[in-house]
């Protein structure tokens, strides 16, 4: 099993839709989680960023935690064109004394936002 | 975030040859990472290069396919050493500034042929 396992689509909506994308994990010593976006031929950009449980809101994005069923969704809503990348999901845990931890991605998700 | 500029953007090599690939930040950090994307996978963590030492390499990769370098705390090099097909991918630079949050730039798309 991995670690983090992402279904990879591709997923197709129609402008305007609100979108979910979704990653479920294994390792419950992840604290830290992480969506990007890449588009095509481009690195993976950060989109959001948090820790432990709870929803952050940036815009358009949410990005949700459930640590207790393992499960990190990052929502999109009003889904433009310009939406339509891949997104990875990533997640990490706390080094010892607060030392690096290893970022672990999932295989991303292929979103087409259809005008 | 960070700026971080790869070259190249991408090329095309022969099998049996070598290729470095730079990485150049805007500022100083600590920690710069190597990761790989082929098609159809997850981003792959190739090595860990910290100035002033040797680089920390995961599972699977080592040091002579892929060496190294950090010369000082904005610049790393990633080679791969006697490409074979499979070695098309996408190489990626990463830096960590302080949070968990990492950084990449645009990536190297490498074709062996």
């Known amino acids: 099993q991995k670690e983090v396992e992402q279904d990879p689509g591709p997923l197709s909506v129609p402008e305007g839709a609100i979108v979910s994308l979704n990653c479920t994990y294994s390792?419950?010593?992840?604290?830290?989680f992480m969506w990007y976006r890449q588009y095509s031929r481009k690195g993976p950009e950060l989109l959001m960023y948090?820790?432990?449980?709870g929803n952050k809101e940036d815009g358009r994005f949410t990005a949700q935690v459930d640590k207790s069923s393992k499960y990190i969704s990052l929502f999109i809503r009003d889904s433009q064109p310009s939406d339509s990348a891949t997104y990875l999901c990533?997640?990490?845990?706390?080094?010892?004394?607060?030392?690096?931890?290893?970022?672990?991605f999932g295989i991303g998700t292929k979103l087409q936002v259809i005008p | 975030s960070a700026v971080i500029s790869q070259k190249p953007s991408r090329d095309i090599c022969q099998r049996g040859t070598s290729l470095t690939i730079q990485c150049q930040v805007d500022?100083?950090?600590?920690?710069m990472f190597w990761y790989r994307q082929q098609p159809g996978q997850s981003l792959t963590l190739i090595a860990t290069?910290?100035?002033?030492?040797?680089?920390?390499?995961e599972s699977g990769f080592v040091i002579d396919k892929f060496p190294i370098s950090r010369p000082n705390l904005t610049f790393s090099t990633l080679t791969v050493s006697n490409m074979s097909p499979e070695d098309s991918s996408i190489y990626l630079c990463?830096?960590?500034?302080?949070?968990?949050?990492?950084?990449f730039g645009q990536g190297t798309r490498l074709t062996v042929v």
């Open positions: 990463s830096v960590k500034r302080g949070g968990d949050e990492a950084f």
């Open positions: 390792n419950s010593a992840f604290q830290y």
């Open positions: 948090t820790y432990s449980s």
């Open positions: 990533a997640m990490s845990g706390i080094g010892n004394s607060g030392g690096y931890q290893k970022v672990t």
């Open positions: 500022s100083q950090v600590t920690m």
């Open positions: 290069a910290n100035q002033g030492s040797e680089a920390t390499y």
